[in-house]
Protein backbone atom coordinates (compact mmCIF):
# COMPACT_ATOMS: atom_id res chain seq x y z
CA UNK A 1 0.00 0.00 0.00
CA UNK A 2 0.72 3.57 -0.72
CA UNK A 3 2.36 5.33 2.11
CA UNK A 4 2.27 9.60 1.67
CA UNK A 5 4.67 12.12 3.22
CA UNK A 6 4.06 15.91 3.29
CA UNK A 7 7.23 18.07 4.01
CA UNK A 8 7.67 21.86 3.50
CA UNK A 9 7.95 25.58 5.64
CA UNK A 10 5.27 25.48 8.08
CA UNK A 11 4.65 29.36 7.87
CA UNK A 12 4.53 31.23 4.60
CA UNK A 13 4.97 35.25 4.39
CA UNK A 14 2.02 37.00 2.81
CA UNK A 15 2.15 37.30 -0.95
CA UNK A 16 4.78 34.27 -1.10
CA UNK A 17 5.06 31.07 -2.49
CA UNK A 18 4.27 27.81 -0.75
CA UNK A 19 5.98 25.15 -1.67
CA UNK A 20 5.57 21.56 -0.25
CA UNK A 21 6.65 18.07 -1.42
CA UNK A 22 5.16 14.51 -0.77
CA UNK A 23 7.55 11.46 -0.36
CA UNK A 24 6.15 8.32 -1.98
CA UNK A 25 6.76 4.93 -0.13
CA UNK A 26 5.41 1.47 -1.37
CA UNK A 27 4.99 2.58 -4.82
CA UNK A 28 6.21 4.47 -7.51
CA UNK A 29 5.07 7.37 -8.49
CA UNK A 30 5.51 6.48 -12.05
CA UNK A 31 2.37 3.78 -11.61
CA UNK A 32 -1.03 4.25 -13.19
CA UNK A 33 -1.57 6.62 -10.40
CA UNK A 34 -3.13 10.30 -9.45
CA UNK A 35 -0.98 12.14 -7.52
CA UNK A 36 -3.36 15.02 -5.88
CA UNK A 37 -2.91 17.92 -2.88
CA UNK A 38 -6.10 18.61 -0.59
CA UNK A 39 -6.37 21.22 1.88
CA UNK A 40 -8.45 21.89 4.85
CA UNK A 41 -8.80 25.65 6.76
CA UNK A 42 -9.08 25.01 10.20
CA UNK A 43 -12.62 23.99 11.32
CA UNK A 44 -13.55 23.38 7.99
CA UNK A 45 -14.29 21.03 4.94
CA UNK A 46 -11.69 19.79 2.61
CA UNK A 47 -10.94 21.41 -1.11
CA UNK A 48 -9.29 19.59 -3.73
CA UNK A 49 -6.36 21.65 -5.03
CA UNK A 50 -5.12 19.70 -8.30
CA UNK A 51 -3.55 16.08 -9.14
CA UNK A 52 -0.85 15.40 -12.00
CA UNK A 53 -1.13 12.33 -13.89
CA UNK A 54 2.09 9.71 -13.96
CA UNK A 55 2.25 10.76 -17.30
CA UNK A 56 2.61 14.49 -16.07
CA UNK A 57 -0.61 15.72 -17.31
CA UNK A 58 -2.41 17.93 -14.00
CA UNK A 59 -5.70 19.10 -13.51
CA UNK A 60 -6.32 22.22 -11.41
CA UNK A 61 -9.56 23.52 -9.61
CA UNK A 62 -10.70 26.18 -11.39
CA UNK A 63 -10.29 28.49 -8.34
CA UNK A 64 -7.15 28.23 -7.47
CA UNK A 65 -5.24 27.38 -11.23
CA UNK A 66 -4.20 30.76 -11.91
CA UNK A 67 -1.58 30.02 -8.52
CA UNK A 68 -0.89 26.46 -8.69
CA UNK A 69 1.61 24.40 -9.73
CA UNK A 70 1.77 20.68 -9.33
CA UNK A 71 5.07 18.63 -10.43
CA UNK A 72 6.82 15.06 -10.09
CA UNK A 73 10.26 14.52 -9.43
CA UNK A 74 10.50 10.57 -10.89
CA UNK A 75 13.71 10.42 -9.30
CA UNK A 76 13.19 11.03 -5.77
CA UNK A 77 9.78 9.40 -6.20
CA UNK A 78 8.13 12.62 -5.22
CA UNK A 79 5.99 15.11 -6.54
CA UNK A 80 5.72 18.86 -4.94
CA UNK A 81 2.92 21.73 -4.81
CA UNK A 82 3.53 25.09 -5.27
CA UNK A 83 1.23 27.92 -4.72
CA UNK A 84 1.29 31.53 -5.24
CA UNK A 85 0.58 34.96 -3.91
CA UNK A 86 -0.70 33.31 -0.90
CA UNK A 87 -2.87 35.52 2.16
CA UNK A 88 -4.61 34.14 5.07
CA UNK A 89 -7.28 32.65 3.20
CA UNK A 90 -4.42 30.08 2.45
CA UNK A 91 -4.22 29.34 5.90
CA UNK A 92 -4.86 25.15 5.75
CA UNK A 93 -3.60 21.52 6.70
CA UNK A 94 -2.59 20.78 3.46
CA UNK A 95 -2.44 16.78 2.47
CA UNK A 96 -1.15 14.71 -0.24
CA UNK A 97 -3.04 12.05 -1.75
CA UNK A 98 -2.68 9.56 -4.14
CA UNK A 99 -5.76 7.39 -6.13
CA UNK A 100 -6.01 4.68 -8.32
CA UNK A 101 -7.68 2.92 -10.94
CA UNK A 102 -9.90 1.15 -8.86
CA UNK A 103 -10.69 4.36 -7.01
CA UNK A 104 -8.95 3.79 -3.85
CA UNK A 105 -7.36 6.98 -1.99
CA UNK A 106 -4.50 6.98 -0.01
CA UNK A 107 -4.00 9.94 2.29
CA UNK A 108 -0.59 11.11 3.82
CA UNK A 109 -0.77 12.06 7.45
CA UNK A 110 -0.93 16.20 6.61
CA UNK A 111 0.55 19.50 7.76
CA UNK A 112 -0.03 22.51 8.71
CA UNK A 113 0.72 25.85 6.52
CA UNK A 114 0.26 29.23 8.23
CA UNK A 115 0.06 32.25 5.96
CA UNK A 116 1.50 34.98 8.25
CA UNK A 117 4.11 37.88 8.76
CA UNK B 1 -20.51 18.59 -9.74
CA UNK B 2 -21.54 19.53 -6.45
CA UNK B 3 -22.22 16.92 -3.60
CA UNK B 4 -24.66 17.76 -1.01
CA UNK B 5 -24.26 15.86 1.91
CA UNK B 6 -27.16 15.04 4.83
CA UNK B 7 -27.53 15.20 7.11
CA UNK B 8 -24.57 17.79 8.36
CA UNK B 9 -24.88 16.43 11.93
CA UNK B 10 -26.22 13.94 13.66
CA UNK B 11 -26.46 12.78 17.62
CA UNK B 12 -26.46 8.61 17.75
CA UNK B 13 -26.14 6.30 20.36
CA UNK B 14 -23.67 3.43 20.47
CA UNK B 15 -25.65 0.37 18.63
CA UNK B 16 -27.52 2.71 16.51
CA UNK B 17 -27.89 2.58 12.68
CA UNK B 18 -26.97 5.46 11.08
CA UNK B 19 -27.13 6.30 7.54
CA UNK B 20 -25.44 9.53 5.58
CA UNK B 21 -26.57 10.37 1.97
CA UNK B 22 -24.73 11.80 -0.82
CA UNK B 23 -26.47 13.67 -3.63
CA UNK B 24 -24.41 14.45 -6.66
CA UNK B 25 -25.33 17.51 -8.78
CA UNK B 26 -25.17 15.39 -12.11
CA UNK B 27 -24.68 11.43 -12.62
CA UNK B 28 -21.06 10.35 -11.71
CA UNK B 29 -21.16 6.64 -12.34
CA UNK B 30 -20.05 4.69 -9.21
CA UNK B 31 -16.81 6.76 -9.07
CA UNK B 32 -17.36 7.84 -5.43
CA UNK B 33 -15.73 7.68 -1.87
CA UNK B 34 -16.71 8.08 1.82
CA UNK B 35 -13.92 8.83 4.15
CA UNK B 36 -13.52 9.38 7.62
CA UNK B 37 -11.89 11.56 9.45
CA UNK B 38 -11.12 12.41 13.59
CA UNK B 39 -9.86 15.44 15.02
CA UNK B 40 -6.35 16.21 13.92
CA UNK B 41 -5.71 13.55 11.43
CA UNK B 42 -6.25 12.56 8.12
CA UNK B 43 -9.30 11.19 6.48
CA UNK B 44 -9.08 7.52 6.45
CA UNK B 45 -10.86 5.69 2.90
CA UNK B 46 -13.77 3.49 4.53
CA UNK B 47 -15.50 3.09 1.36
CA UNK B 48 -14.75 3.24 -2.86
CA UNK B 49 -16.36 2.73 -5.90
CA UNK B 50 -19.74 3.82 -4.18
CA UNK B 51 -19.79 -0.03 -2.52
CA UNK B 52 -16.20 -1.51 -1.96
CA UNK B 53 -15.39 -1.56 1.01
CA UNK B 54 -11.58 -0.81 1.97
CA UNK B 55 -9.32 -3.55 3.06
CA UNK B 56 -8.97 -3.62 7.33
CA UNK B 57 -12.47 -1.26 7.23
CA UNK B 58 -15.24 -3.03 9.65
CA UNK B 59 -17.80 -4.70 7.95
CA UNK B 60 -20.24 -2.43 9.79
CA UNK B 61 -19.61 0.01 7.19
CA UNK B 62 -21.55 -0.22 3.86
CA UNK B 63 -21.89 2.07 0.70
CA UNK B 64 -24.39 2.01 -2.00
CA UNK B 65 -25.74 3.88 -4.92
CA UNK B 66 -25.12 4.68 -8.27
CA UNK B 67 -25.58 7.89 -10.48
CA UNK B 68 -27.07 11.07 -8.58
CA UNK B 69 -27.85 9.36 -4.93
CA UNK B 70 -25.44 7.38 -3.00
CA UNK B 71 -25.88 6.49 1.20
CA UNK B 72 -22.83 5.09 3.63
CA UNK B 73 -24.35 2.96 6.42
CA UNK B 74 -23.08 1.83 9.33
CA UNK B 75 -25.08 -0.98 11.20
CA UNK B 76 -24.52 -0.24 14.63
CA UNK B 77 -22.28 2.40 15.60
CA UNK B 78 -19.36 2.02 17.85
CA UNK B 79 -17.46 4.47 20.02
CA UNK B 80 -14.47 4.66 17.55
CA UNK B 81 -16.86 5.36 14.64
CA UNK B 82 -17.81 8.94 15.98
CA UNK B 83 -16.31 11.38 13.55
CA UNK B 84 -16.83 13.41 10.23
CA UNK B 85 -17.34 11.54 7.33
CA UNK B 86 -16.89 12.63 3.91
CA UNK B 87 -17.78 11.89 0.23
CA UNK B 88 -15.92 12.34 -3.12
CA UNK B 89 -16.99 12.19 -6.42
CA UNK B 90 -13.88 11.34 -8.60
CA UNK B 91 -16.26 10.84 -11.58
CA UNK B 92 -15.06 14.67 -13.46
CA UNK B 93 -12.71 17.72 -12.75
CA UNK B 94 -12.75 19.33 -10.58
CA UNK B 95 -12.83 16.68 -8.13
CA UNK B 96 -14.86 17.71 -5.17
CA UNK B 97 -16.01 16.63 -1.58
CA UNK B 98 -19.66 16.52 0.21
CA UNK B 99 -19.53 19.43 3.01
CA UNK B 100 -19.40 16.41 5.24
CA UNK B 101 -21.78 14.97 8.33
CA UNK B 102 -20.36 15.16 11.97
CA UNK B 103 -21.70 12.12 13.93
CA UNK B 104 -21.81 12.80 17.68
CA UNK B 105 -22.42 11.29 20.68
CA UNK B 106 -26.19 11.20 22.07
Known amino acids: QVQLQESGPGLVKPSGTLSLTCGVS?????????WSWVRQPPGKGLEWIGE???????NYNPSLKSRVTISLDKSKNQFSLKLSSVTAADTAVYYC??????????WGQGTLVTVSS | IQLTQSPSSLSASVGDRVTITCRASQGINSYLAWSQQKPGKAPKLLIYAASTLQSGVPSRFSGSGSGTDFTLTISSLQPEDFATYYC?????????FGGGTKVEIK
Open chain 1, 52 to 58: IYHSGST
Open chain 2, 88 to 96: QQLNSYPLT
Open chain 1, 26 to 34: GGSISSSNW
Open chain 1, 97 to 106: ASRDTSGRVY
